[in-house]
């Protein structure tokens, strides 16, 4: 059985236990399916577990896989930090473009993916990115994938001890007078956008813009600190 059929034969079971239970009137019937329909019950998180990996499915497919897996890591930063709800998960344009932005890096897709949605900004390409990317003018050499992951993966090893806390985000820096980020963020917005090219503004501190055939984006810069 495909997951897409699992995904119908548990919806049907949705609509007999709602039958089963002879609610009297809309309102109880409508209560009773979103109960049912949340994530905290068996049916509930059925449901998303197979749509997550019907997304996947598509995704791989379509030869983008690690654009989905970007696009949700980004989506899940928005979730835990963002408190606008308006951006906890991804909203299309009226241009068809996708976007997400989770506060501290923005994607824009060409070509949207199936993600959670999200009430979104208006206006928000042409207010955000429309405005900033223009400044940006310095070209920027980005690290590798793997030098990238490396780089996150000792820095988890390293304060692995560290109470949770307390922890930091390992850090890349572009190197002298020019902007460092957050790698976990340079990492989505590397993926989320295939092979793409970078560049700041000119000062340190610069907001970094990403453009590919994909899409493009923003990733905000970790402040430097320098003595006089």
Not at 40 to 68: C, E, H, Q, V, Y
């Amino acid at each position: 059985m495909t997951n897409e059929q699992m995904l119908s034969r548990t919806y049907d079971m949705i609509d007999l236990t709602i039958k089963v239970a002879n609610c009297k009137t809309e309102d109880e019937e409508q209560n009773l399916r979103s109960m049912l329909l949340s994530n905290n019950m068996a049916f509930g998180m059925t449901i998303d577990i197979l749509k997550d990996d019907i997304n996947k499915s598509a995704a791989n497919k379509n030869g983008r896989s690690k654009t989905l897996s970007a696009m949700k890591r980004i989506i899940k930063t928005a979730t835990q930090k963002a408190s606008n709800t308006d951006l906890h998960g991804a909203w299309i344009t009226p241009e068809g473009k996708q976007i997400v932005c989770s506060g501290y890096h923005v994607i824009v897709l060409n070509d949207p993916l199936p993600l959670t949605e999200a009430k979104g900004m208006e206006d928000f390409e042409q207010k955000v990115i429309g405005n900033l990317k223009y400044d940006c003018k310095i070209d920027l050499s980005l690290p590798s994938i793997a030098d990238l992951k490396s780089i996150i993966a000792d820095h988890k090893i390293k304060h692995k001890a560290t109470p949770k806390k307390e922890r930091t985000s390992p850090i890349y820096d572009f190197g002298e007078n020019l902007p460092m980020c957050n790698a976990e963020y340079l990492l989505d917005m590397m993926e989320a956008l295939h092979e793409p090219s970078a560049r700041c503004q000119e000062n340190f501190n610069s907001i970094i813009y990403f453009k590919s055939e994909d899409g493009e984006g923003l990733l905000l810069s970790i402040r430097k600190i320098t003595s006089n």
